[in-house]
């Protein structure tokens, strides 16, 4: 009997990059408006769907609004591909900013927890909320504008309130939802039922955002958790940076639903290339320094150390690679160590065509091994080789 298989269908995840917006308040960054402009084309050079350009207060700085509205001159002269947005807390003054700019999709976002209806916003009402939103959103519609809404705090949010919030909006013309972990504090399990209910409380035809914050380490994975509930567009920055210790990482989503097949049949518009390239470039105009140990994107995220991992390795690379660092745009390094193996150093001989006879190698592995406290490069250990050979060969001749 034939068995009949189903195709999974592959479902296109939209990546909503903030690098511009919430990266921009991470402690490190200090762009400048020129590099934020050059920022903007990086991002978008690699395929993301959506650029959020900054935050545009009604009082925000004139180097701020500057940037934004010629980030925004870029997506209408055909320069940038991505759509261009920009963020507005749910008041008309700061709606009205971000149409001066000439940002015509704009992402309003208003607190809708206890605490901050009680703290933040000095003791105002569910239904003033309510209010302030659908007023926002109303308004933004009006002027013919593409509106995002968040309700900051989402996760902390009493569930059928935050339902209650996202219909109003919905119903006033928002055209997508956004579900923030505002402070990095909800678990994936929880995460998952939240996006769940919220998507069946506004109906399908609504795309749903997620947002999270990196406070407890959890952010990715929150995001994969809200993407598997049935979350439409991922918003992430390039590196994970942002206020406190960051968000979600555009790389590490990228990665895992272009690559990791355990989570479903997923894609995204970016170009998984261009992700190292892009990590460095961004951490050169925001002026911080890419940690080496970045995961995808980092020096040492393909690097091996240990003997038996070294080995293993050179057998079959997907022993200790979870994909092929060439997908990424990064590269596998090897570091010589006391802790490397025989077999691994003859290996990287072999790789190189570099011919050892057994003393020569013997020699080779003896002064590994009396690396204490440092290590070397595969070019290092090759060069070491190369002159041993030719000191060995050189006597041969005397």
Known sequence: MKIKTVKQKIKNIRIFDTTLRDGEQDSRAIPNGHEKISAARVIDGIGVDVIEAGCLAANCSPDEFSAVREIAQLKRSGELHAEVCALARAKTDDIDTVERAGVSYVHIYMGTSDKHMSSKFRGITRATVIGSSVTAVRHAKAKGMKVLFSAEDATRTETD?????????????????????????????????????VKS??????????????DYGIATANTMSAILAGADCAQVTVCGIGERSGN??????????HFNSRYGAYTTNVNPQLLTDAARKIARLFHFNLSDDAPIVGKNAFTHKAGVHEDAVFRDPENYKFINPGYVGNERRIIISKMSSARAINAIFNVRHINLNQTESDAVISMVRSLNGRQISETELAEFASQLRHCARAEDGL
């Open 161 to 197: 309130f935050l339902k209650e919030v996202y219909r109003e909006v919905v119903a006033a013309g928002a055209d997508e939802i956004n579900v923030p972990d505002t402070l990095g504090v909800c678990e994936s399990d929880n995460m998952r039922r939240i996006i769940s209910e």
């Open 201 to 214: 409380a506004i109906g399908v035809h609504v795309p749903v955002h997620v947002h999270c914050h990196n």
């Open 248 to 257: 979600a990482s555009l790389e590490q989503i990228v990665s895992l639903l």
